[in-house]
């Protein structure tokens, strides 16, 4: 084995070992605080939903356990039999339709497809067994096929627009890796502003709010916030799950509050438009443009080290390709393994997410003129989610991007 696959395999097992402990020890503090139910929670949620939602963290967390065995065990797999190549070689070798440009670009994604379908028995088991079995689910396993093709025939279309692309900029000289973060960069800021809502058109239906006085009051809260919007959308989530959220789509004008139908039947109209002036602070505190140049740093180092990679042979080799390997089958190897390193990242962007999801939560405070709608909102969605009150404080610090609702009550109410 070369020194840089014994690297990774010490990498990827010390990430599964961390992964494993903190699934341990919030798996550990769900079961201590079973029939003890904290007196914060007490205002939240009666003691059956509070047994409920115990038994729903701790599912998740067992769950969790054994997708991490599985993914660390399989990744480690993929190395030390050089499994990644043997399939890359396998579509590589079935015709000539494989060379070229876009030939290249299908046996990536072909390669990308057979490694992820053992991972469908997870999801499949996350929808129709734990969800499911919480009351959570709502798709049929025909809409969940149904889903599966769709996402993988729009997985052919990108990869056959976007690899070739990559693969032409390479040939422009040793800044390529400048063009192609440029490339990359520009789709995710038109998939964040346009293309997004036209992808989520395959799946979901939209339509306008029929609630003319809730429509006018959202669009009032929006106007008098400046935030610039004229229409309010309610999406068909509870086709799919019992989980509610909202969001924005599009941009300037064209911009669109979407509402998912679970939240509207769930919430209040005062309850509904303090979610909103949260979700419209995002905004108003320059959280989105903040995320995106994060992005856009973080695109543009990754490109700068897949252009060393390129020229390593080290790299290639200790996956079990050639010396001579392009950059298509470097990208695939760059996105299966590089989460070894950016998962020590996690905790960092968790907090300054927290951080903004205070700042999002002040300013709804100030438009709605005080805390108590927000937070009756809250512990709603705690309790329709079967939301976790009492995560492991290491758990929560590395993983929650939101901060735990009595936390969010604290801040709200100094």
Sequence with gaps: MSQAALIFLLLLLLKAVVEIVLEALNLRASQAAVGKIPAFAAG???????????????????????????????????????????????????GPWTAGTFGQALVFFLTFWTLGLPGLVFDYYSHFVLEQKHGFNKMTPGLWVADLLKGWVLGVVLTLILVPILLWITSLGTCWW?????????FMLFMAFVGGAWLMKLFHKFAPLEDIALRDRLLALANRTGFACNTILMMDGSKRSAHSNAFFMGFGKARRIVLFDTLVKQLSPSELEAVLAHEIGHF???????????????????????????????????????????????LLIFALASGVVTFWSTPVSSFFSRKQEFEADAFANKAMGGPADLIQALRKLYQNNLGNLTPHPLYSAFYYSHPVLPEREGAMVK
């Design 44 to 94: 939240v949620m009666d003691e059956a939903t509070y047994g409920k939602s115990n038994a729903y963290t701790q599912d998740k967390a067992r769950f969790a356990l054994v997708n991490h065995v599985w993914d660390a065990a399989f990744l480690g797999l993929l190395l030390l039999t050089g499994g990644l190549a043997k399939v890359w070689g396998l579509w590589s070798g079935l």
């Design 178 to 186: 400048l063009g192609a973060w440029a490339v990359i960069f520009g």
């Design 284 to 330: 108003r505190c320059g959280h989105i443009p903040r995320r995106l140049v994060i992005s856009g740093f973080m695109t543009l180092f990754a490109f700068w080290l897949v252009d060393l990679l390129l020229h390593a042979d080290w790299f290639k080799t200790a996956f079990g390709f050639g010396s001579g390997a392009g950059l298509a089958p470097v």
